[in-house]
């Protein structure tokens, strides 16, 4: 963490100094009469979005919610290890981590064969493949996510915080308006104690909908969430509870003989325990409200699954009961078909993609979602790209939620069917589970992710260079050592999300002192040819890492280089003081090498380009220059105030 930069400054170093622009702090009861951005709903998209856009002084954003207040008690608990990757860009994963439940590994059970009413343990994998992440699955309430999520904004310039009791009862889209002007009119019904009846009407360039699956915003717009239920119920209950079954503080997936089956989900603090409970299969259009199931009749379900380890519940924290569906929105904007225009409305999360909650997908995608569009909504807002960026939001999240619900479909079908049997042929063999959930972690995990080639994205032609950073993929962290004072640290940390880019560029086996170096050609390019990026879309009075973030990393060891001889490109002048960042710079883990770890080709070396939300764009040698500042072009507009 780097801080100072402008002068001393004493106390919590999270906490940005207040803004003096007029008008922009948020953290009062009054809306304004215009935003550039309004989102509707505090739910962990909502949050996600509303987080990264505190970074940006200059973008004045408002959060509304139904509600009266912050969640206390949220039904979405699994974080990913994705999501982790992606927490700590917000400064936050430690404190989760510390007190979160982490999911090492997880147990399978089934009839047993000697007596089959009863059940036993069939296998024991590792939650989470070596390697796959330097951040675990966890498991922690919704409600202090949303807690981390709003201290950020908190600290922010603008002290963003929520306005609460505030229900959206009208959006109207002017497509006509230019995009400097506020084409979006949203009308809010005021619902506090003293301001009933009252409403306020907030005239926004863009405005998102993270109002969930019974979306307001989505409503507006005229699309609609369509797919299919399994009409299959479950019961999902959190309990401290007393039992003699040993695996009660494992993530636990027990299928019976003919009672159903149960995932038992261990919480934080190490007494609670989430157990999602099959119930009886609905008839077609059943809803699963007219059953009127009871909390007994979960834990009695429960209890028979169990047989015969005994579960005796003591106190219910929380439960409901859900129907099995996965269902998704055919746009995520309000862009329709055949109209040339930029949007200015969409929709994130649950609002536009729902799951099964047994994957544990539907919170970790949901902050995906808005994680990919806040830094473009920021890029467009201060003049970076153009509107035609926000097009790719809606194109990106849109595939990635078909594959997800795709896979969460068929999960879902294995852990509701019928277990085979001589009676059955046809039905799931418990190894058959064990099996996908072994294969496909890394869905589970939320690490399997691809955009395809696009604007955004390059092609194959030079992935060779390095292979575990594939094109379209999040930028897998590995260990490394900062060269200016030898501390060990993951190269991934280094992207946080403040909506840069980033640029990392592995050297080569030349001597990275040598004036001829590639590296060196790089630098130099980056620092003073006219096409360079870093020149053409850094105005003077920023500092010159504001859009494109460069660090580089040698092969050789810390010990063996002079950090006087590296080019000064890499210990750039930052601040109103001219200080120099020391953190540019990085040599190989002696145990965990990142130029064997991620296949990067040792003789010619590669660049790196990754985006603001930690996806790799492209792979380049090190000589192309002309085809990064190509990239670039693409992407980014000149001449930033």
Not at 18 to 36: C, F, K, S
Not at 248 to 277: D, M, N, W
Request: with cysteine; net charge negative; proline share 5%.
């Amino acid at each position: 963490m780097q801080f100072h930069l402008n002068g001393f400054k004493a106390g919590d170093p999270e906490t940005s100094a207040q803004t003096g622009i007029t008008g922009m702090l948020a953290n009062n009861d009054d809306l304004p009469e215009t935003v550039d951005v309004l989102i509707v709903g505090c739910g962990p998209a909502g949050l996600t979005l509303a987080a990264q856009l505190s970074a940006f002084t200059g973008i004045r954003t408002r959060i509304v919610e139904q509600k009266a207040g912050p969640l206390e008690l949220g039904q979405a608990d699994g974080v990913a290890c994705r999501t982790m990757e992606m927490f700590h860009a917000f400064g936050f994963s430690e404190k989760l981590m510390k007190e979160a439940y982490w999911v090492n590994e997880t147990t399978f059970w089934k009839p047993d064969p000697d007596r089959p009413a009863n059940i036993t343990r069939s296998g024991r994998v590792q939650d989470v493949e070596d390697g796959l992440s330097e951040f675990p699955h966890v498991i922690l309430n919704q409600a202090r996510v949303h807690d981390f999520y709003l201290d950020v904004m908190r600290k922010s310039a603008n002290r963003l915080e929520p306005n609460y009791s505030r229900h959206m009862a009208g959006l109207e889209v002017d497509t006509s308006a230019s995009a400097d002007e506020y084409p979006v009119t949203v009308r809010l019904e005021r619902t506090g104690a003293g301001h009933e009846g009252k409403t306020e009407t907030v005239r926004a360039k863009y405005v998102v909908g993270c109002d969930g699956a019974r979306s307001t915003v989505r409503k507006a717009l005229g699309r609609e969430l369509t797919g299919d239920s399994a009409n299959q119920a479950w019961g999902v209950m959190d309990v401290l509870a007393v039992t003699d079954f040993p695996d009660i503080r494992f993530k636990a997936l027990v299928q019976s003989k003919s009672e159903g089956s149960i995932l038992i989900i261990p919480r934080e603090g190490g007494y609670l325990v989430r157990i999602y409970v099959e119930l009886d299969k609905l008839n077609e259009n059943e809803r699963v409200a007219g059953r009127n199931i009871s909390i007994d009749q979960l834990i009695a379900a429960a209890q028979r699954i169990l047989h015969p380890y005994a579960l005796d519940v003591k106190d219910v924290a929380w439960w409901s009961v859900y129907e099995i569906g996965q269902r998704l929105c055919d746009r995520f904007d309000d862009v329709a078909d055949g109209e040339d225009r930029p949007p200015h409305v969409f929709i994130a999360g649950d609002a536009c993609h729902t799951h099964s909650p047994k994957a544990g997908q539907g919170m970790n995608v949901s902050m995906q979602d808005t994680f990919n569009l806040g830094w473009k909504l920021a890029h467009v807002l201060l003049g970076r790209s153009s509107p035609a960026l926000l097009h790719s939001y809606s194109e990106e999240r849109q595939e990635t939620a078909r594959t997800l619900i795709e896979f969460d479909r068929e999960w879902s079908r294995m852990l509701s069917a019928p277990l085979k049997s001589e009676g059955n042929p046809d039905g799931v063999d418990p190894e058959d589970v064990r099996r996908h959930f072994v294969e496909h972690g890394r869905y589970t995990a939320g690490t399997a992710t691809r955009y395809r080639p696009s604007v955004l994205t390059g092609g194959p032609d030079h992935q060779h260079l390095a292979t575990g950073f594939p094109a379209g993929m999040r930028f897998h962290s590995a260990p490394a050592i900062r060269l200016a004072d030898a501390k060990p640290v993951h190269l991934g940390h280094t992207v946080k999300a403040d909506g840069r880019w980033r640029l990392f560029a592995f050297a080569g086996a030349e001597d990275p002192m040598a004036e001829n170096a590639m590296i060196h050609r790089l630098c130099t390019f980056l620092e003073t040819a006219p096409a360079s990026p870093v020149r053409r879309y850094t105005s003077e009075s920023e500092d010159i890492d504001a859009v494109l973030d460069v660090r580089a990393v040698f092969q050789q060891s810390h010990r063996d280089l002079d950090l006087s001889r590296l080019p000064a490109f890499l210990l750039p002048a930052k601040g109103r003081y001219g200080l120099r960042d020391y953190e540019k710079m990085f040599c190989p883990d002696p145990v965990s090498d990142i130029f064997d770890m991620r296949d990067i080709d040792r003789t010619s070396g590669c660049m790196v380009v990754v985006r603001p939300d930690q996806y790799v764009s492209l792979v380049l040698p090190l000589e192309a220059h002309a085809e990064l500042a190509e990239f670039f072009d693409r992407v980014l507009l000149s001449g930033v105030n």
